[in-house]
């Protein structure tokens, strides 16, 4: 049987990503994608190898995503501003894309590794600039990149969750503790 006409390896990705972000990433399946394209599971064949690979499609377009979103959120800044800029533009790509940003989080091994290594390394190297400014040692600078992940994705998967249940804002708790933790690089770094 044919690929049907306008079917690509584009297009089964843009349904993924459809599914993603409306559903969760584990609604999908070859199944869920081949119904939103109005074919049967085994036309996804011609253009993907399988579920594994179309998670680390997935995972590398949001990679993409979520790099173009924080870097023209940065646009050249660095020190406390880019951070902020970037935290901001981060969550809001989460807040946005929720599916995206969580294929973000559980890339597959393996499948298209070197190509998801390296979009996770963009990312990093944008972090890297924006912690310029205080003078870190290299590992200093991959702990620190560590901290504003963990405190940004926090808030993230929390909100996500449903998870602050307090009547206070998220944006706000987030803008207390970037100070927080920029205060400390100042202090110990700056």
């Not at 089964?12 to 409306?22: E, F, G, H, Q, T």
């Not at 394209?37 to 085994?42: I, Y």
């Not at 902020?84 to 809001?92: D, G, P």
């Given at each position: 049987m044919p690929p049907r006409p306008g079917l690509d390896a584009n297009a089964?990705?843009?349904?993924?990503?459809?599914?993603?972000?409306?559903q969760g990433i584990q609604a999908v399946t070859l199944a869920s994608v081949a119904a939103?394209?109005?074919?049967?599971?085994?036309?996804?064949y011609n253009h993907i190898r399988g579920l594994e690979e179309l998670r680390?499609?997935?995972?590398?377009?949001?990679?993409?995503?979520?790099?173009g979103e924080v870097s023209e959120a940065v646009g050249g800044l660095a020190g406390k501003e880019g951070i902020?800029?970037?935290?901001?533009?981060?969550?809001?790509f989460a807040r946005e894309h929720p599916g995206l940003y969580e294929s973000v989080q559980i890339a597959p091994q393996g499948v298209n590794g070197a190509e998801i290594e390296e979009a996770g390394?963009?990312?990093?190297d944008l972090v890297l600039q924006l912690l310029r400014p205080y003078g870190?040692?290299?590992e200093e600078a991959l702990h620190?990149?560590?901290?504003?992940?963990?405190?940004?994705?926090?808030?993230a998967s929390l909100e996500q969750l449903g998870g602050f249940g307090l009547p206070l804002s998220v944006e706000r708790s987030l803008d207390f503790n970037l100070r927080i933790?920029?205060?400390?690089?100042?202090?110990?770094?700056?």
């Open positions: 089964v990705l843009m349904a993924a990503v459809d599914i993603a972000d409306r939103s394209l109005g074919v049967r599971s085994p036309s996804l680390a499609l997935l995972a590398l377009h949001a990679m993409g995503q979520l790099y902020e800029q970037f935290a901001y533009a981060y969550l809001r390394g963009r990312l990093v870190l040692t290299e620190a990149v560590r901290g504003l992940r963990s405190l940004i994705h926090g808030f933790f920029l205060t400390g690089l100042e202090q110990k770094f700056g």
